[in-house]
């Protein structure tokens, strides 16, 4: 090692009291035999400096130049005995640092300002170090170094900063002896070992539980599917039931609609009144019961509400065979069986109603004649021309009461 750090690394260099490019020039002055002080800071460019005092001369002048600009680095190691009095490594530092204050530096250059430094980093990092584990040391420094060095850099700047030199930064890694090192890769093998006998193990165990695991949710989720299948199985051939029980009523429903149509249209032409259309209509019930009510001379009997029949004639005497001739035309060609057959029912109720008023009251004849409408709006497609044109005169009572006057 060099006696003086500060001149071996360049920080400074003995140089004439005269500027100097890139260097700070610390000038000064002899005092007595061998002592000195300050006297100024030469920067590049400015003129030599003139001693103090008419007897003195640029003889008692002296400087040093100091290169302040530039970021250095410090590359070293320390010995690090541990707490434990068994273990010890090599502490490796790497500082970076610059000079900042060029005077400081220059007063104290004997002192060898960068060597006081890197002794005082030295040791303030060997001992806050001496307290890990050994096993931290081998296996996990990487962790503790850099919080070794935030914890000390700042005091170790400020004590930098009187000698004129900033501590920019500090890296640490550590460096173990070779029979350590043998050591812990042995023991560091040996862990490893016992660490995959462990995790096969565990692999073992895990697969027998996830296995069994497997197994049971299989199982599980067969008899569910199985049962599953069986309610699928009732489900459908309960819908099945319901289905054809529904086409049967639906084909009742159908014929019982088609005989009172057919019964009514059979015995229309010959009503003439308000209690002849009730007439019929109740005959046309009887008639999809399977009552049978045709009179020997071709005329229908129809059963009045004291149980009685009254005779209708075959052919109409009136409006009313007309009315329902126009009503049959207007319906003939709608799509739509249901749509067709509740149209006609609607209006039938309609010409009943509008056939009583004035001997029932109102008889409901506005109820109906909105239902027709609705109906009316509610077909699809919808009829055009003079047929939607006829519906909607049906589905006026007062239309439908001129008519029938």
Do not use: C
């Not at 008419?54 to 302040?68: C, G, M, R, Y």
């Not at 004291?306 to 005497?317: F, I, S």
């Not at 001997?359 to 239902?371: K, R, V």
């Amino acid at each position: 090692m060099s006696d003086n750090l500060t001149f071996e690394e360049g920080l400074l260099k003995e140089h004439p009291a005269e500027p100097l490019e890139g260097y700070q020039v610390v000038v000064f002055e002899r005092v007595g035999e061998s002592g000195e002080r300050f006297h100024s800071i030469l920067a590049p460019g400015a003129d030599p400096p003139k001693p103090r005092g008419w007897f003195k001369t640029p003889a008692h002048l002296f400087a040093s130049a100091v290169e302040a600009a530039r970021t250095r680095h410090l590359h070293w190691s320390v010995h690090v005995p541990l707490n434990d009095h068994v273990n010890a490594f090599e502490l490796v530092l790497d500082l970076d640092y610059v000079v900042s204050d060029a005077r400081r530096l220059a007063v104290a250059r004997n002192a060898d300002p960068l060597g006081r430094v890197r002794e005082r980093v030295g040791a303030v990092l060997s001992a806050d170090a001496a307290r890990l584990r050994w096993a931290v040391v081998v296996d996990d420094f990487a962790a503790e170094e850099e919080e070794l060095a935030a914890r000390n850099l700042p005091a170790l700047d400020a004590f930098a900063r009187d000698y004129g030199i900033t501590l920019l930064s500090l890296r640490l890694t550590e460096s173990l002896p070779d029979a350590a090192t043998s050591r812990e890769r042995k023991r560091a093998e040996a862990e490893r070992k016992i660490a995959e006998a462990e995790i096969e193990a565990d692999l073992k165990i895990g697969t027998s539980a996830a296995t069994e695991r497997v197994t049971k949710e299989k199982n599980a989720s067969e008899q569910r599917i199985h049962e599953d299948q069986l309610t699928a199985k009732l489900g459908m051939a309960a819908l099945v039931q319901r289905l054809e029980a529904a086409g049967r009523n639906r084909k009742v429903q159908d014929g019982m609609v088609d005989a009172l149509v057919g019964a009514l249209g059979g015995v229309a032409r010959g009503i003439t009144s308000p209690d002849e259309l009730r007439a019929a209509v109740e005959a046309a019930f009887a008639l999809v019961a399977g009552i049978p009510l045709a009179a020997e001379d071709g005329s229908t009997a129809l059963p009045r509400g004291n149980g009685h029949p009254v005779m209708l004639p075959a052919r109409a005497a009136g409006g009313l065979g007309g009315l329902l001739d126009e009503m049959l035309a207007a319906t003939a060609e709608i799509d739509g069986f249901s749509q067709q057959r509740l149209l006609r029912s609607a209006i039938l109720h309609l010409i009943a109603a509008a056939l009583a008023h004035g001997i029932d009251g109102d008889s409901g004849a506005a109820g109906w004649a909105e239902t027709v409408k609705k109906r009316i709006a509610g077909l699809d497609p919808q009829p055009g021309g003079s047929q939607l044109e006829t519906l909607n005169r049906l589905a006026d009572p007062r239309h439908l009461r001129g008519l029938l006057s």
